[in-house]
């Protein structure tokens, strides 16, 4: 869990690098869902949650992309 937790850390620094809005935004995600599930008993609860958390991520690192204002009409 701990392992997972970091990576999408990661991941988000890497994909929002230099949006600090989005940075705080997924940080604030990341550590409200973990936090809400911490007590969570069920192995199979866990599984599932897990599953979704490495989803996240490899959703997070192959689909969000990052576009920069270079000109006035020109991303």
């Known amino acids: 869990v701990l392992k997972l937790f970091k990576l999408l850390h990661r991941t988000r620094q890497e994909v929002f690098k230099n ?15 973990f936090k809400n599930n911490q007590d969570e008993t069920s192995e199979e609860k ?9 989803d996240v991520e490899v959703i997070l690192r192959t689909s969000v992309i ?10």
């Open 19 to 33: 949006d600090t809005r989005a940075l705080e935004a997924a940080r604030q995600k990341i550590n409200e869902e």
């Open 46 to 54: 866990i599984s599932e949650l897990l599953k979704i958390a490495s």
């Open 66 to 75: 990052q576009a920069v204002h270079t000109d006035s009409d020109k991303i």
